[in-house]
């Protein structure tokens, strides 16, 4: 079994890989789905729990919204995906930003710290390259999906043929014995 996830997570590698932009459309659509689903469960959660909390309409609204956030990406997957990269970006450029202040402040007590600056200025600038190429940061985002799944699916299928090799008895339990060759 572990053979058959690697070579499904390799296929879906490849997929990634040949047409990433089908990729993209389908991780955005599953998301959609996923979000309506999610939704009508919390907002049926929400009209059980009416009954024993007075907070019961945090659940009804938690699922208007999660709705609401699918059908928009099953409807406009395209503001989906954009809505997507723009919130990587905002993230990569304050998660940069943290780093290098960060680094700044423990200057004084430890070495090297600039790999800590120079990790917050890729994150930076990798953010502000999202902001302006969004659809190249869908395309890139696919991508690097795409090549951990690869990476992945090859471990999970050389783990699958080191397991085959592998006796999980004890020692000692139904083995037969060793006859000698004299």
């Not at 890989?17 to 990729?23: A, Q, V």
């Not at 689903?37 to 959660?45: F, Q, T």
């Not at 943290?98 to 600056?117: F, Q, S, V």
């Not at 200025?121 to 999202?130: P, Y």
């Amino acid at each position: 079994m572990v053979v058959v996830r690697g070579l499904l997570a390799i296929l879906f590698g490849l997929i990634a890989f040949f047409w990433p932009g089908l990729t993209w459309l389908l991780l955005i659509l599953t998301f959609g789905f996923y979000a309506i689903v999610d939704g009508v469960l919390a907002m049926l959660s929400g009209l059980v729990s009416s009954k024993y909390s007075p907070r019961w309409w945090v659940f009804l609204l938690e699922g208007l919204i999660s709705v609401g956030a699918g059908v928009v990406a099953l409807v406009r997957p395209g503001l989906a995906g954009f809505a997507l990269i723009v919130v990587l970006a905002i993230w990569a450029i304050l998660t940069g930003s943290l780093e290098i202040a960060a680094a700044i402040r423990l200057r004084r007590e430890i070495t090297n710290e600039w790999m800590l600056a120079f990790g917050g200025f890729i994150s930076i600038v990798l953010g502000v390259l999202l902001l302006f190429q969004p659809a190249t940061g869908g395309l890139v985002v696919t991508l690097m999906i795409g090549a951990y799944a690869l990476i992945f699916g090859i471990l999970l299928v050389m783990l699958g043929f080191r397991l085959r090799q592998w006796d999980a008895r004890p020692k000692g339990t139904d083995r037969k014995p060793v006859q000698s060759a004299r």
